[in-house]
């Protein structure tokens, strides 16, 4: 559609304009946006960014204005094209991990080389020997290998002891052979591997003799470094499209009776004597598997941001559009109501906005966690080197709690949180109507792009059970009166001792008091948990959604205690101005109130608070609370920081020419506008005349 | 990836195999497939739809083996080429709508042709004059012309009455000139407008002198029926990529002032008087919005198959893979457990097997309410022409009563068997877990296709409203003593008796109680409302929350009851065998006290149930349904009967060959897989060797 007629051009939506609409919403609220930014992200990362998205909008190769119309093909291209720029831009500019990762916040789309950068160099670093650093990290990390981590299998995902492909010692080369004995022994939705990678980490069952020894990571080439072919014996290539992540090939790997060399078998903590063939054990595997943890931990911090994304383009829409008068309005009252002025849409949009920040401090917290945990664990370990040199006192597990705790904390968290944006996201794409379901929103393929991490990294329903467990065993503790004096033990012990005289939390007007009755109905679960296993001796599985019902109300319970602890901490009355630091507030309840009333059959049959209670929290405390956080709505969003280059949505424009922007990508960026077609049945003619390449050219 | 090597070739999945599986499930169950289908849909139904599919599957233009690949355009292509043949086929075979519908289903996909033979047709037939049916719809019936319907507006969707669109009529030379005064009056979402129409119904105001009568109906040609290009003063196209939809050109559309003559305004109900110039009102605004009911009655018969799709999917897939063994089985066991086997995953999928059943008992009711009222309404209409000339007994408003229930019914079932349907579609597509995120697990996409059903034909939330408004006026006339005996006003009476002595439902052992439940907590929530709304006098705007819940309460309860009433007919025993009634027995508790307990918290607030009861419902009866509804679960999505054509997915297979079709879909059919890279980021080329067109032309 490249001659738009000028009668077209001239036509501007109906008055009031999207603009002069998120201006008065601007205006009518004393929020200080930069003090909130700064707080949520720093002052320092906000400038980091702003100094990447100028480099990235210079550069033409990362123009996103035929992404909603490119094809899988198309898109892969682009976004290898993209990936390399990136590489190429790292060096030049000297960019840390934190700027690559800000780079692709930035251009939100997965690349070709993300499991390289993350998966496949992590792994090479942190279970690789000095040698194999040498071999294998050092050309990997000047991309002279490209690789990849092919652990999943198409048999196999969750269960990783159940690995079908083998890894077979060779004691007369001294060689492992790597072999698929079955079509479900395919190593399956390998990223990076489809089309792109040259070297994959390959978990495979090491097999000694005729014992097998579990899974271990091999390093085997895949394809040729000149041709790109894969090698001999190994059958490689993309696995297809898929409901999202289409810029990432995804591959699937075949071995037959592939040999490698000894030396390929990542050893730093476990591997074959060359010359007995005798198997070295692991040290320990906590520290193997803290990757995960770390992984985990990383899904926690992304997603209050990930939701907020669609909360920003959602409730800076719905402010903009305006459909019917309210009904008990005078009629003489002239134009229609905002959207977002609907109790109805508020209750759907608002909660979602608290749980952007509740989510987000939840993640900070959650990466603190981690952090002291790693540092307690590495001292632990050192006064565990002096006690096997005989200094210092005696201590059976140096941080075993520790890390109990944060895996069950990043288990039950990762769970929650990516479950909350992901479904969030979809929430908020609805309530924008009908133009939700455009691609143009935006929306769409960031919940797509975002689906598979409630399944990746552990299963949001499987993780519930470590969390359980992990439960049920500090409530043995607590009742044994040997446990540890960590927050679990003590929500534990408090539900003991308050049992009977009961909970009467004042969750209507004291604050510590709603993250008790979270912590209460968390322990009341925990013990009919246990009692169904200890005492009836019902099985695991029949136990399973008690454990996940547990495990939610365990993370909701911790979701609530971070956002109280930030807003309870020394430092926030000088970072906050009051105004700001009341609307958090507001945000604070009305995030913990309305989980509260969406669970509430948990809380009065745990006896956490009353029926009168809940009833009053619904109509009237969480209704307040909409209509007082509502006029703070669009600044609140302001405040994460999206560009509208980030964002790509017309509906979430800052500026809010939402109209514009919608018809001008419609009829100017649209390649199936330039098709004319043959409209009549009996013609078996499809096309009269097709200008789509013409058009992509000349775009 | 033409040449799969011998060795690949020869794998086969890891025993047990996925057909011996589900030949093991089909063993297991003692109902009767058979039986259950053709109760579901007749014999002669699934009858005809086999005949169909065998027609379809040998035309080479339904190959549905690169829809999962294709872009946009070339998706959009296919989708025309198929709509003619379709158009060829229905003439050829002298197909009947039922016919086109079933191949439509068997399709799966919206065609270009859609809106035409629905909306278009439909129109013209229902509201033009004799006169117009000869000029506009002959021709169209012949497909001379191809039309669309053009209601929705880039600023307007729910508000019709908001429509900006104009059409002045000019008595100087008898015409009508529509005409787009804004951006936002730009006709948007039209659905066969952007690349196929040449005709349009346009909804426009209706000005005549100063004054606008709102929105009527105007026939209008868009594109020159030879060269297919737009004609004068009009801009039109396709509205660009959406979240699924994409085989349709849902188009935009403005006008610069073109003239249309007097007679496209379709004019049975309402016009101009060509001579005076003066309006002519509408007899009944009832008959009009008749089409709208009829629409929505059809979404909620067809939400349970829709549903049962991606039910179907999920069951048979969670039959076959097999993950962990059993935690409690002795480790002695070999093999691993099948994922349907543990109760997580049998409390997310059986729930909505049995939703799919009750679904569809209530689409059939639904419809059935629509035959019978447009039968009444019909009588009452020629009594009423009866009495007008002075014949039989005087009665006010014919039928009003029944309409108004109709209408309300039709707006809460809409909502609420959309919601369950997309939102059960996602369970249903995460319960396959890394592979349902793959295109070929044939839910994806289907979801993406379903999307728009919460939103078009009335918003999910919006119609709340309806239901609401009708429930508080049914309130007030009960209190008042002068309701109608119908269902709504028995069950808001029976809570007023029974409300000061209390419920007391048997719900753990007796069925009707279970439907006494669900109608005490809609009558409890209806005199809430009406309390909060009549004696507390809070605005419209603030209720619309409990509206929406009152609204969803209703809607379960009419779920519940249509279930109940299925099994409670008397022909049920002469249809179906004892073992498939006692099944179909179990699917009705399993879907009531699930929901029951999925809305715990209204339920015993209301008083409906004790909390004793919950708790048992919960723990107890639910686990144990799950338990008794497993072996059977494979047989009754076998009930469906969905060929594996329509299903279109690897995961569904009705052989349980999952992975070699996975496979072969990846390996043989991705065009992605003929692209060779070059990997290294240091080079800027991007492709060495694209294979991908010489591949497509293969196919």
């Not at 690349?111 to 990290?137: I, N, S, V």
């Not at 001999?232 to 297809?240: A, L, N, P, R, T």
């Not at 900070?364 to 590495?378: C, E, G, H, I």
């Not at 975002?450 to 500090?474: C, F, H, I």
Request: net charge neutral; charged share 20%; proline share 4%.
């Amino acid at each position: 559609m490249s001659n738009t007629p000028q009668w077209v051009k001239d036509l501007v939506p109906s008055s009031p304009q999207g603009s002069e609409l998120l201006q008065a919403e601007r205006k009518g609220s004393n929020l200080s946006v930069k003090n909130l930014s700064n707080f949520l992200f720093t002052a320092e990362t906000l400038i980091r960014r702003q100094e990447i998205l100028k480099i990235l909008q210079a550069e033409k190769v990362f123009d996103k204005s035929q992404n909603y119309f490119d094809g899988r093909v198309d898109r892969f291209k682009r976004a290898l094209a993209r990936s390399k720029r990136l590489r190429q831009l790292e060096l030049e500019h000297k960019w840390t991990r934190q700027h690559l990762s800000d780079a692709a916040d930035l251009i939100s789309e997965p690349g070709p080389y993300g499991l390289h950068a993350t998966m496949f160099l992590t792994t090479l670093r942190d279970q690789g020997t000095p040698e194999q650093h040498k071999l294998f990290l050092e050309p990997a990390q000047d991309y002279k290998y490209i690789g990849c981590y092919a652990q999943t299998e198409l048999g196999h995902g969750s269960n990783v002891r159940g690995l079908e492909t083998t890894a077979t010692w060779n004691p007369e080369d001294r060689t492992f052979t790597l072999h698929s004995p079955h079509l479900t022994s395919s190593k399956w939705w390998i990223g990076s591997l489809g089309r792109t990678a040259n070297y994959a980490v390959v978990m495979a069952q090491l097999i000694i003799g005729c014992k097998t020894y579990g899974p271990h990571p091999f390093v085997c080439q895949v394809r040729d470094l000149k041709t790109h072919q894969p090698l001999d014996g190994i059958y490689v290539g993309d696995i297809g499209p898929k409901f999202g992540y289409n810029t990432m090939d995804n591959g699937f790997l075949l071995f037959n009776k592939v040999k490698i060399p000894h030396v390929n078998l990542l050893a730093r903590f476990s591997g074959v004597d060359p010359d007995t063939g005798a198997y070295i054990r692991p040290a320990s595997a906590s520290l193997i598997y803290g990757t995960l943890t770390w992984v985990r931990s990383t899904i926690v911090l992304q997603s209050g941001g990930v939701l907020a994304r669609g909360v920003a383009i959602a409730l800076r829409y719905t402010a903009v559009r305006r459909q019917f008068q309210d009904r008990d309005t005078p009629a003489t009252t002239h134009g229609e109501n905002q959207v977002l002025n609907y109790t109805m849409v508020q209750y759907r949009l608002l909660p979602l906005l608290a749980a952007t920040f509740a989510l987000h401090f939840t993640g900070k917290a959650m990466m603190n966690l981690y952090d002291v945990s790693q540092k307690t664990l590495r001292q632990n370990m050192s006064k565990l080197a002096d006690k096997k040199r005989g200094v210092g006192p005696e201590e059976s597990h140096p941080g075993t709690d520790l890390l109990a705790d944060l895996h069950a904390t990043s288990c039950g968290l990762k769970a929650l949180a990516s479950s909350t944006a992901a479904e969030g996201l979809e929430v908020t794409r609805r309530a924008c109507g009908g133009h939700g379901y455009s691609s143009f929103a935006g929306i769409g393929s960031w919940y797509a792009d975002y689906l598979p991490t409630p399944t990746w990294e552990g299963d949001n329903y499987m993780l519930t059970q470590q969390v359980a467990r992990y439960l049920l065993k500090s409530a043995r503790a607590v009742l044994n009166g040997n446990a540890t004096n960590n927050d679990t033990s003590k929500f534990l012990r408090r539900f003991l001792e308050k049992q009977d005289t009961g909970a009467a939390h004042d969750i209507l007007t004291v604050d510590s008091d709603i993250v008790a009755a979270f912590a209460w109905r968390a322990a009341y679960l925990t013990f009919e948990a246990l009692k169904h296993r200890d005492d009836e001796k019902k099985s695991w599985n029949s136990l399973l959604v008690d454990f996940w019902r547990l495990s939610t109300a365990h993370s909701q319970y911790l979701v609530v205690k971070s956002f109280y602890e930030v807003l309870q901490s020394d430092s926030i009355e000088y970072e906050l101005d009051q105004n700001t630091l009341d609307v958090l507030h507001k945000l604070f309840r009305l995030h913990a109130l309305h989980t509260l009333e969406k669970e509430a059959s948990e809380f009065f049959s745990s006896g956490a608070v009353t029926i009168r209670q809940i009833q009053l929290s619904r109509s009237k405390a969480v209704m307040q609370l909409l209509e007082e956080v509502r006029p703070h709505a669009i600044k609140l969003v302001d405040s994460w920081q999206f560009p509208d280059w980030q964002l790509d949505s017309s509906l979430g424009r800052y500026d809010g020419k939402v109209y514009e922007d919608m018809f001008h990508r419609a009829s100017e960026l649209n390649p199936l506008n330039c098709l004319t077609i043959d409209p009549y049945p009996e013609s078996n003619i499809i096309i009269k005349k097709d200008d789509t390449e013409a058009f992509k050219s000349k775009l």
